[in-house]
């Protein structure tokens, strides 16, 4: 399998995935949009993943390759009809380019919180064995708030009701985080846009207490992210 996945910046790589891809012998070609590389050719590749990142959907001007990218996904999943998996500004591409919308939350999710799966999930290929609630990283200020046509909404939270869904029978996308390792919380925190959010949401020094809250989850966190992507290549494969 050839496994194409868009980046916005650096740090918003697979995380976790990278290691289990590779104890699959899956090579993943990654495209790092922020930085100028050009989207190669996608008839090469069998599955798309696109990643996080501290833009937002509506920021063309800024991000002038995020028009390109929306179109490549919108000819992945409508015309190509291959797996597509989106994890946070990912799912919300996938929402924009398919005719749904985003829009800013009055509270941004921030923190190791849980989704709540919905019924449609438990036959849903993806989320197949994977258990209700999910414990995960929410980093985000923005929300799918209309859904593209063809979506079924597979897990929700009380502050945003799209934490994950499926469109059509070939594209997924994930709001909150499940690729997060040891190095996802200070690495991000890194970045000026996520600490600035991080600490308007929960305060002076809340980085020590986020890395105390996801610290005993690591191995649920690998756990669900190992069962995601076994899910993911049955569908691909």
């Known amino acids: 399998m050839r496994l194409l996945v868009f980046q916005h910046i650096a740090c918003e790589h ?8 590779a104890e699959t012998g899956i090579d993943w070609t990654p ?10 050719s996608l008839e ?8 996080g990142g501290p ?16 179109e490549a996904i919108r ?26 919308r985003c829009t800013r939350q009055s509270s941004p999710e921030i923190g190791i919180l849980e989704v709540s799966l ?15 609630p999910v414990r995960c990283l929410q980093w985000h200020s923005v929300a799918v708030t209309e859904l593209p046509p063809d979506t079924t909404v597979l ?43 991080l600490e308007a949401t929960l305060g002076c020094g809340a980085m020590a ?4 809250a996801a610290e005993p989850h690591f191995s649920d966190f690998r756990r669900n992210a190992e069962r995601l992507l076994e899910n993911f290549l049955a569908v691909t494969m």
């Open 14 to 21: 697979p995380g976790v995935f990278r290691s289990l891809l």
């Open 31 to 40: 495209v790092e949009l922020d930085a100028g590389e050009p989207i190669p």
């Open 44 to 51: 090469d590749y069998d599955a798309l993943w696109v990643m």
């Open 55 to 70: 833009m937002d959907v509506w920021d063309e001007a800024f991000c002038p390759w995020l028009q390109p990218e929306k």
């Open 75 to 100: 000819r992945w999943v409508e015309e190509m009809r291959k797996p597509f998996l989106g994890v946070c500004l990912g799912h919300q591409l996938l929402a924009d380019a398919l005719g749904g």
């Open 118 to 132: 919905t019924p449609a999930a438990v036959n849903d290929p993806l989320f197949a064995g994977i258990d209700s």
């Open 155 to 197: 897990a929700t939270s009380p502050a945003c009701e799209c934490q994950a869904m499926r469109v059509g029978q070939n594209a997924w996308g994930i709001q909150f985080h499940v690729e997060l390792e040891p190095t996802t919380i200070p690495e991000w925190g890194a970045v000026p846009a996520y600490a600035e959010a």
């Open 209 to 212: 207490g986020m890395e105390s």
